[in-house]
């Protein structure tokens, strides 16, 4: 099920929130752990299984874990959090990675790979649960009721696509026993949704609507002009972006009509003035993940600065392999542990941060330039794009029209660029700068705003009469 689909947006969360809101507070957590189940199960109910399969058993080795941490004894803790962060890692790979693995060490493959099903979210609710077990080893978690925790796996906002946060930032939430202010929780939570739908209707759609014609011809080995190179190479630039932040956004608003907070993973990347802060900025808690449960073990930075750049291409090469098993998601991640490398050894050659509008300016292209393997789904034709990139086609048919495409993007550009953000305009981001000069209240002048940006979005969906799916479910 979709954010952006009409069963959801009038059928399945409206009744779903009134549920919530009639049920006593302790019940609660396995009204949405059912409510979780429901959506996941939308789109293919048979691998439902494996979901409540991997919940339980994490969730045992997990209190395996904390009873041998209680009665002394390490070591045994220890192997049980090593044996459970192998076997989901294990399950990860075998759905997920199995192929590639395959192709890597020139195995036969006997199946055919286009039949392949890989489990909806099976790389967020992996990681999220290995988070699970390695903070129980570490001694942070105690003993959960067993409907908590699954609710924590599970919870339908950030279950498909993020964001991917520990159990102490939303089990402790499961637990409260007061009732929510209903009507200032749906309120805002609406806002928010309203506001981010047309982010992903209006935006992110109309420039996939530009961007992915150009990628399907280079796919399929024809040539493009080296303007159709650039320009779809910008349109998938700000669709990941408003694609990525509309979801993020929405699950934020969605868990807000429930008074649940979910952490904020999206900070105006494009705004960055390096590639340090974008990366503490884009999915900021798949970089917390891979901050804490890889670099760090790594060694981080203790060892000196090669081995530090070393495991920061390492992590980074690996958070790329998370995103899909091919070797274009790999060489985007190199990219970006080699810019963050060089990122960090200029700022102790230097010794200070370039300019703004310098560094804002080199970060911005670099990002752009390392979607282009992320996106072009085979290692010819990323080869094929930059190579269009950088040369002409005079017998080449201009598939993109400028005038259609150039509007979007000035738009997309103005909004990432200058515009507050809604986190900003609701409270929720009171640190990003600048300040926004105008706050979001329950005001009827909002209310009007609000409702047309709904109306609208709502409209561009029945009109196409389908909805489209969140770049980030692929992942």
């Given at each position: 099920m979709l954010f952006n689909s009409i069963e959801f947006i009038f059928y399945f969360l409206p009744v779903v929130v009134v549920l919530f809101y009639i049920?006593?507070?302790?019940?609660?957590?396995?009204?949405?752990?059912?409510?979780?189940?429901?959506?996941?199960?939308?789109?293919?109910?048979?691998?439902?299984?494996?979901?409540?399969?991997?919940?339980?058993?994490?969730?045992?080795?997990?209190?395996?874990?904390v009873d041998a941490l209680s009665s002394g004894n390490a070591r045994l803790a220890a192997r049980f959090a090593i044996a459970g962060v192998v076997v989901n890692l294990a399950i990860l790979g075998y759905f997920k990675y199995r192929y590639f693995a395959a192709d890597m060490a020139g195995v036969p493959i006997v199946e055919d790979p286009g039949k392949l099903v890989i489990p909806l979210a099976v790389s967020f609710y992996t990681f999220q649960q290995i988070s699970f077990l390695v903070d129980a080893?570490?001694?942070?978690?105690?003993?959960?009721?067993?409907?908590?925790?699954?609710?924590?796996?599970?919870?339908?906002?950030?279950?498909?696509?993020?964001?991917?946060?520990?159990?102490?930032?939303?089990?402790p939430q499961f637990a409260r026993d007061e009732r929510p202010n209903a009507l200032s929780n749906i309120v805002v939570g609406t806002s928010i949704f309203s506001l981010e739908l047309i982010k992903k209707v209006w935006i992110a759609d109309t420039l996939a609507a530009s961007a992915t014609p150009i990628f399907d011809l280079v796919k399929a080995g024809q040539e493009i002009s080296s303007f159709d190179a650039w320009s779809a190479l910008f349109a998938y630039h700000f669709q990941i972006y408003f694609d990525f932040s509309g979801y993020s956004t929405m699950a934020i608003g969605i868990g807000k009509m429930f008074g649940i907070d979910l952490p904020l993973n999206f900070r105006s990347p494009?705004?960055?003035?390096?590639?340090?802060?974008?990366?503490?900025?884009?999915?900021?808690?798949?970089?917390?993940?891979?901050?804490?449960?890889?670099?760090?073990?790594?060694g981080g930075n203790r060892y000196g600065a090669a081995r530090r750049y070393l495991n920061v291409i390492i992590t980074m090469a690996l958070g790329g392999l998370w995103h899909g098993a091919a070797w274009g998601f790999v060489i985007w991640g190199l990219l970006h542990g080699l810019y963050l490398a060089i990122n960090h050894a200029w700022r102790k050659?230097?010794?200070?941060?370039?300019?703004?509008?310098?560094?804002?300016?080199?970060?911005?292209?670099?990002?752009?330039?390392?979607?282009?393997?992320?996106?072009?789904?085979?290692?010819?034709?990323?080869?094929?794009f930059f190579a269009a990139m950088l040369g002409s086609c005079a017998s080449c048919a201009q598939v993109t029209a400028a005038s259609e495409v150039f509007p979007v993007l000035l738009i997309a550009l103005a909004i990432s660029a200058f515009m507050p953000t809604v986190e900003q305009l609701i409270g929720i981001d009171t640190t990003s700068k600048p300040a926004p000069r105008v706050r979001w209240f329950p005001t009827p002048a909002w209310a009007v705003a609000i409702g047309f940006a709904f109306f609208v979005s709502i409209a561009a969906i029945m009109a196409v009469g389908q909805s489209s799916e969140f770049l980030y479910f692929r992942f």
């Open positions: 049920t006593p507070p302790e019940y609660r957590p396995l009204l949405l752990l059912c409510a979780s189940l429901v959506f996941y199960s939308w789109w293919n109910p048979r691998l439902t299984p494996l979901l409540l399969a991997s919940i339980g058993a994490n969730y045992l080795v997990g209190l395996k874990i080893w570490r001694g942070e978690v105690g003993r959960i009721p067993f409907i908590r925790y699954a609710a924590f796996v599970t919870f339908f906002p950030h279950l498909i696509a993020g964001p991917i946060f520990r159990h102490n930032e939303l089990i494009y705004r960055a003035d390096s590639i340090i802060e974008f990366w503490r900025r884009w999915h900021i808690t798949l970089s917390r993940f891979l901050r804490d449960y890889l670099y760090i073990p790594l050659i230097a010794g200070e941060a370039m300019p703004y509008w310098l560094g804002g300016t080199l970060t911005f292209f670099a990002v752009a330039i390392a979607w282009v393997p992320f996106r072009a789904e085979s290692l010819d034709a990323t080869k094929r």
